[in-house]
């Protein structure tokens, strides 16, 4: 089977290209990535081992990612000569759109996207899409995510912002790094950069922050960013902040076929209400013969929103005016809730809640409180008895934030606390023995006879099987694992 392609960046002089020492002419270079592709598409895939595919795949995605970067060198490239107008187009997007049958709005996204990785302060993304280190579709989660940051944000908490989501990367995939880049935005919207310790209430545009960017140094733009610096008179306002409920919309459209189209967007406190009121009435429900449910997970989602919506009209509990607060369970670190701690407040989903609806909800809704340690680890309260008892799984959820097997993202609703030692065997009911799985994994827990340890910081480290790993190396789940401290 052939070697997986290493890709020449044509039209980049200087060695520039990964891997390559820019003797090669553009045509060059994609003559040789083509008769690559030739041969790879010609080979007889079902005379491959298992490593092999693993080996195209692994290379394949890795080169999807080179080709993104080989494009952007071209297209600022094409930019910097005049090259569309001078092949009679009015402009590079309109030449894109004319060769090569793209969209402008699209054509655009590409040229920006070269732009970003290329000149922009995030050319650490750039290099590790040129040297296939991560994917096009996490390139743009992170950029995405880099894009959100507060706009007086310093140069070197920028990049070492940049750095903590390119180091996960190859970890998570695009959702996850969304929430991780929404967390680490929550952390740093909050730091006061004020010399001598000077309140950061005292600026009017401390804590505000929109997450379709922010008018900065660093070329970002929202059509909110002067929301809230004006009251209604036109007057200064003072400390007026940005209301995190103003991303909350909802659109319902009839379609010809009788049926609806819902489209909208809910800030963190409002997903996690109705994530968390469709989380049960969405799970899968085996037939009675023991056949799994045929839904897809979209499919039990709507079942679920409409079977939600059918009990509380059914029960009469939607008042036609007012109605009782709604009951969330909130993480909230100790420093942060007495105002002098940066980590922001997490909600089931773990997203971060802005600390203005922290405060609400800590007046008018129940809070549960969970003493942490300097880990980030609930401090142990648990009884010797078999049934891990409510109080013992709120701090597990609180440590684990979901199924902590590798590589999963079950949320905690979805999973059970099983003994790392088991309780027949003289293990305690205790949050130190104990881990959050989700039913697939606690059956591969048992069946496949993995290994589960404590390390220093009293998070679970798994021991995969010989069977699975001859060296049994170790793993953890990165998204369990606590957000960083990039204040410090």
Not at 197 to 225: C, E, F, L, Q, V
Not at 460 to 476: A, E
Request: hydrophobic fraction near 35%.
């Amino acid at each position: 089977m052939p070697d997986a392609p290493t890709l020449g960046m044509p039209g980049v002089s200087e060695g520039a290209a990964a891997g390559g020492d820019g003797s090669r002419s553009a045509h060059e270079c994609l003559v040789v990535l083509g008769g690559a592709m030739e041969d790879l598409l010609a080979a007889q895939g079902w005379q491959w081992s298992n490593q092999d595919v693993a080996d195209v795949l692994h290379g394949l995605h890795a080169l999807a990612a080179q080709l993104i970067a080989a494009r952007s060198h071209t297209l600022v490239e094409a930019a910097a000569r005049g090259f569309a107008t001078s092949e009679g187009a009015h402009d590079l997007p309109a030449w894109m759109r004319d060769q090569l049958q793209l969209t402008r709005d699209d054509a655009k996204k590409q040229i920006a996207l070269a732009y970003d990785i290329l000149n922009g302060p995030y050319q650490a993304v750039g290099l590790a899409l040129a040297e296939g280190r991560i994917g096009p579709d996490n390139a743009r989660a992170i950029l995405e995510s880099l894009r959100t940051l507060p706009a007086d944000l310093d140069d070197a908490t920028r990049a070492k912002a940049e750095a903590h989501l390119l180091a996960y990367a190859n970890q998570m995939d695009r959702r996850q790094l969304h929430r991780l880049g929404a967390s680490i935005r929550e952390q740093l919207t909050y730091v006061d950069p004020s010399p001598g310790g000077d309140d950061p209430h005292a600026d009017s545009d401390t804590g505000i922050h929109n997450r379709r960017g922010n008018t900065g140094k660093h070329g970002n733009t929202g059509k909110h960013g002067d929301a809230g610096k004006k009251d209604n008179a036109g007057g200064d306002s003072g400390d007026v902040r940005a209301d995190p409920q103003d991303v909350r919309r909802l659109t319902f459209t009839d379609t010809a076929e009788g049926t609806m189209l819902i489209h909208g967007e809910l800030d963190a406190e409002g997903a996690a209400l109705l994530r968390t009121a469709l989380d049960q009435l969405s799970a899968p429900h085996p037939a009675a013969d023991g056949a799994l449910d045929p839904r897809s997970p979209a499919r039990r989602r709507a079942d679920a929103l409409v079977e939600f919506v059918r009990r509380a009209l059914s029960a009469d509990a939607v008042p036609s005016t007012g109605g009782t607060r709604p009951h969330l369970t909130v993480v909230v670190p100790w420093a942060t809730l007495i105002g002098s701690g940066t980590e922001p407040a997490l909600t089931n989903w773990q997203l971060p809640l802005p600390r203005e609806v922290l405060r609400r909800l800590a007046c008018d809704a129940v809070v549960s409180r969970i003493i942490l340690d300097p880990h980030g680890v609930p401090l142990d309260v648990g009884r010797s008895r078999r049934t891990f008892p409510a109080h013992i799984r709120r701090a597990v959820v609180n440590r684990d934030h979901g199924c902590c097997f590798p590589g999963c993202d079950r949320p905690p609703s979805w999973c059970e606390v099983h003994h790392i030692r088991p309780w027949v065997d003289g293990g305690e009911t205790a949050l130190d023995n104990a881990v959050l799985l989700c039913g697939r994994h606690h059956h591969r827990i048992h069946r496949e006879r993995w290994e589960i340890i404590m390390e220093d910081d009293r998070r679970p480290t798994f021991i995969p099987p010989p069977q699975v790993d001859p060296q049994r190396r170790p793993r953890r789940n990165p998204y369990s694992q606590p957000p960083p401290d990039l204040c410090s």
